[in-house]
């Protein structure tokens, strides 16, 4: 008798995202109202530059006193069907997920990154037809840093956020092609 095995999430081509993976409020690490809100907003973009509205985006950074701790339990849960409610709207977690909206844009309202050098978010790339998620950096100023200081000088700006009005920064991810994003392998 031959047993059949049933390929895992990792084998077979997505997406499987919006089912679990979004909750309430995913995109405001910053409290609400916080006067030090910043917004790093883009398009993920696909090889042909077209928009994918399909991806999801996870976001780690340090908190403004250089804190990696996070806020546990700021994430709700409703007693009664076990689903998110959203972030109890006082506590700075560090970590949002945004889903791409149907042009491919996604916002993330959060506060400025404490850190001793370039102050940088940390992103992670889920999106059809990756096998694997990536991940990169978006760096909210150009200046010396280790890992910027490694990149070719014409790959460079890809890791950039550039700045905007209103405590905005644009940071489009191009999945492939030309002018595609500079991703990150951990070993």
Known sequence: MTETILPTPSHTVGPF???ALPF??????APKGHPDT???HGYV?????DPVPDALLE??????DRSLAGA????????????????????????GRVATDADGHYALHTLQPGT???PYISVCVFARGLLHHLFTRAYLADGTDPLLDSVER???????ARPGENRAYRFDIRLQGEGETVFLEFP
């Open 17 to 19: 995202y919006g089912y």
């Open 24 to 29: 309430p409020e995913g995109e405001q690490i």
């Open 38 to 40: 910043i917004v790093l």
């Open 45 to 49: 973009l696909d090889g042909h530059g």
């Open 59 to 64: 976001f780690w950074q340090a908190a403004p």
């Open 72 to 95: 546990p339990g700021s994430l709700r849960r409703n007693p009664v069907t076990g689903g998110f409610l959203g972030r109890n709207g006082t506590d700075f977690t560090g970590f």
């Open 116 to 118: 001793a050098g370039v």
């Open 154 to 160: 014409e790959r460079r700006a890809t890791l950039i």
